[in-house]
């Protein structure tokens, strides 16, 4: 049975560009959330999916959009890039009454 | 606003130390739920323990044990006897109910505690 699957694992970036993060959920999920985790800091909330809907936000600009299409996997859509959102992009999926299960992360670097 | 104070930067024992990782929360909610993470060097968070709020009951699963306490708003995590495979940034949670208290809304984490476990 995969777990969380994310895609790519690296990415660099330059400041002012667009960038698209994919999330595959464990089998059996339904829900996915996106979190960011800048170095030596504890995961922020950035959003949660469920059924194709956002269902929660965390305090994040209007810059960071996502989606979740109707196969449950999700996409973290990050504009205009800045040098502060470097860091570790972890989606976690999880279905009704389960605890959230995490992938792997990828790390994005803006220069 | 729900907060996670996790005081203990970093700690360092030797293997087979036992070790007790300190968590305070602040949430106005009557109904959450509390989580112990870990996430070794690879990056990955690795789901450890869930308490919720209305079981103050403290438990024992294999080398891990916890201590509830709603009085202080406190969920401390405790390894027994320390390995090397222990090393790794540990990290405390905080989480509202949803849907009724059947489903976790966002998880609210602490700062993380880096623990060191030396041979």
């Known amino acids: 049975d995969a777990g969380v699957t994310q895609s790519p694992t690296h990415l660099i970036k330059t400041r002012g560009q667009q960038v698209t993060l994919r999330c595959s959920p464990k089998s059996g999920h339904d829900t996915v959330s996106w979190y960011q985790q800048a170095l030596g800091q504890g995961p922020q909330f950035i959003f949660q999916y469920y059924e194709e809907e956002e269902r929660q936000r965390g305090n994040f600009p209007d810059r960071f959009s996502g989606h979740q299409f109707p196969n449950y996997s999700s996409e973290l859509n990050v504009n205009a890039l800045l040098l502060g959102d470097s860091a570790l992009y972890l989606c976690?999926?999880?279905?009704?009454?389960?605890?959230?299960?995490f992938g792997p992360g990828t790390r994005l670097l803006v220069l | 606003a729900q907060k996670v104070t996790q005081a203990q930067t970093e700690i360092s024992v030797v293997e087979k130390e036992d070790v007790t990782l300190d968590c305070v929360y602040e949430?106005?909610?009557?109904?959450?739920?509390l989580f112990w993470y870990k996430q070794p060097p690879s990056g990955e968070l690795v789901f450890l323990i869930r308490?919720?709020?209305?079981?103050?009951q403290n438990e024992i699963s294999g080398r891990y044990s916890w201590n509830f306490q709603k009085s202080t708003s406190s969920f401390n995590f405790t390894i027994t006897a320390s390995q090397v495979v222990d090393s790794a940034v540990y990290f405390c949670a905080l989480s509202e109910a949803q849907g009724g208290g059947t489903s976790y809304g966002k998880l609210t984490f602490g700062q993380g505690t880096i623990l060191t476990v030396h041979p």
């Open positions: 976690a999926s999880s279905s009704t009454g389960g605890e959230e299960y």
């Open positions: 308490r919720n709020s209305f079981d103050e």
């Open positions: 949430t106005r909610d009557t109904t959450y739920y």
